[in-house]
């Protein structure tokens, strides 16, 4: 089961947080800095999985991948394959970059002109997030799928936000 997914900036500063299993606010804080303290003392050169036993409790594995000035972190158990969450990694990150046009952090932070609003982005974000993995488990894999669920998503989204006039001449509609 995938227990987590953290996207933090190389300064230790989460960007996405999205937890599988209960966590309170106090035990999400600790462990993400704890995450960061071992990403940031890691050598280039090194593997990309931890063993997390001691991070995040017993039988928990990490991997990770640096893109630009972002860390994408999975943890997850043992029950998972770990070659196929650094697949599952590059999915996320192949739909966010088609979603936003090569994204980064300064777009997801600083650039908000195709949003009318941060809750909207970040509304998109964990909405692709959810098209991949929902409750610890693996959904979508392909990217040009998660990428058709969003925008079929979006468009519902919008469709219901639209006022819908009714002529008056339909007889019986203010009685419903």
Do not use: H
Request: aromatic share 10%; net charge negative.
């Amino acid at each position: 089961m995938i227990r987590g997914v953290i996207v933090m900036n190389d300064q230790g500063k989460p960007r996405l947080v999205k937890f599988y299993d209960y966590q309170t606010v106090e035990k999400q804080q600790e462990l993400i800095r704890r995450i960061y303290g071992v990403l940031c003392n890691r050598a280039e050169n090194v593997s990309n999985f931890i063993q997390a036993d001691s991070i995040c409790g017993p039988d928990t594995q990490l991997v990770y991948k640096t893109y630009a000035t972002l860390y994408f972190v999975f943890i997850f158990d043992s029950s998972e394959n770990e070659l196929a969450m650094l697949d599952l990694m590059q999915v996320f990150v192949e739909t966010l970059d088609k979603c936003f046009s090569n994204v980064c952090e300064l777009d997801i932070v600083f650039n908000f002109n195709k949003y009318s609003s941060v809750q909207q982005l970040i509304w998109q974000v964990y909405t692709i997030l959810d098209e991949i993995i929902l409750g610890g488990q693996v959904l979508e894999t392909s990217s040009a799928e998660v990428v058709k669920a969003v925008a079929e998503i979006s468009k519902l989204e919008k469709a219901s936000n639209t006022t819908m006039l009714v002529p008056k001449s339909i007889p019986g509609w203010q009685s419903r």
